[in-house]
């Protein structure tokens, strides 16, 4: 069967209406719950109270970037959480972007490529319970010993890129994909078993983060999904990932209205094939097919990000839950 997972925090709901749907998503047979951080909360946070209220779940990150963290603080952090949850911890790792790591942060983001694998070689050390000096080209650790009991954790990439889809093949456990075009996830994968079969080993687990919307007013829904995928479009990596899925002209001219600050232009840029490409929307029938296509072209696992239209708070909880409750109904063990 496959993996089922919930992405945390749930957008237009609070840190804690996200983390309590969770915990009941649980015991619909959603098998997983995946924090992620970008300008809310922090992405442990989540996974210390699902660690506390949930037994069986999978609680993993996607993403945290290898740049915000030395290895020897993430290592204190995965041996913490993987401790009070009983080693249910997954470490999603990622290389961000400048805007966040260099804007945000105030850090350099710099070879993210190497930062990334040096900081794989070093956590997986660091967790080994050994003390550790490692002297790579962007990380360095001096005699770390981590205090307690040796832990490992599976570590999965989040990639958008050929060379980080390599990467997670020969270097991780799983790779953590998103914006996948279903039919287009078999070329996306090869680079990523190319790295697998270089490192001799077998390819690791197959996530994808999909948002989904079920029995949306879609009249409603349309223009909200243009403005949300032209968020991501407008940064290079993304716009890239859409034109190998075969949305080159469409991300062109994104990509070009935006930067000549035609905001309208680049929104109608974004057509109904593109947003029906990307994201799952339409009846519980509907959006279940659409989800078994990414499961038949390679996908293992499923984090199920879910979206509305609603403005009224109470509608937006009320569909939330809808849509998380009928992927379960489709879709769960």
């Not at 840190?15 to 098998?31: M, P």
Request: charge should be negative; hydrophobic fraction near 45%; proline fraction near 6%.
């Amino acid at each position: 069967m496959p993996g089922l997972g919930l992405a945390v925090p749930i957008e237009g709901l609070s840190l804690r209406e996200s983390l309590e749907l969770a915990a009941e998503a649980e015991e619909l047979g959603y098998s997983d719950a995946w924090s992620y951080e970008v300008d809310t909360n922090d992405g442990f946070t989540p996974l210390g109270w699902l660690a506390a209220r949930t037994r069986r779940m999978r609680l993993g990150i996607s993403l945290v970037p290898a740049f915000s963290r030395p290895p020897a603080l993430l290592a204190m952090t995965v041996s913490g959480l993987q401790d009070i949850s009983g080693g249910r911890l997954l470490l999603g790792l990622g290389a961000s972007s400048p805007a966040v790591i260099g804007g945000w942060m105030g850090l350099e983001h710099a070879k993210p490529l190497t930062r990334v694998r040096e900081t794989i070689e070093a956590t997986r050390l660091a967790l080994s319970g050994e003390r550790t000096t490692y002297r790579g080209e962007t990380v360095r650790m001096e005699g770390f010993r981590l205090g307690g009991a040796p832990t490992g954790v599976p570590v999965v990439l989040g990639a958008l890129g050929p060379r980080m889809n390599r990467l997670a093949g020969s270097d991780a456990d799983g790779l953590i994909m998103v914006f996948t075009v279903p039919e287009r996830t078999p070329v996306l994968l090869e680079e990523f078993r190319a790295g697998a079969r270089e490192a001799g080993r077998p390819p690791g687990e197959v996530i994808t983060k999909v948002f989904v919307a079920v029995d949306e007013d879609l009249a409603t829904l349309r223009p909200q999904l243009r403005r949300f995928i032209t968020g991501y479009a407008i940064v290079p990596a993304y716009n890239d990932l859409l034109s190998r899925q075969g949305f080159a002209a469409e991300a062109g001219a994104l990509a070009t209205a935006w930067a000549d600050g035609r905001r309208g232009d680049a929104l109608e840029a974004v057509t109904d094939d593109l947003l029906r490409a990307l994201i799952v929307f339409g009846s519980a029938a509907a959006c279940e097919a659409q989800l078994r296509a990414h499961l038949d072209n390679g996908v293992d696992s499923l984090i199920i990000a879910p979206i509305t239209a609603a403005a009224d708070p109470d509608e937006r909880r009320d569909r939330v839950r809808n849509t998380v409750r009928q992927v379960a109904r489709s879709l769960a063990r």
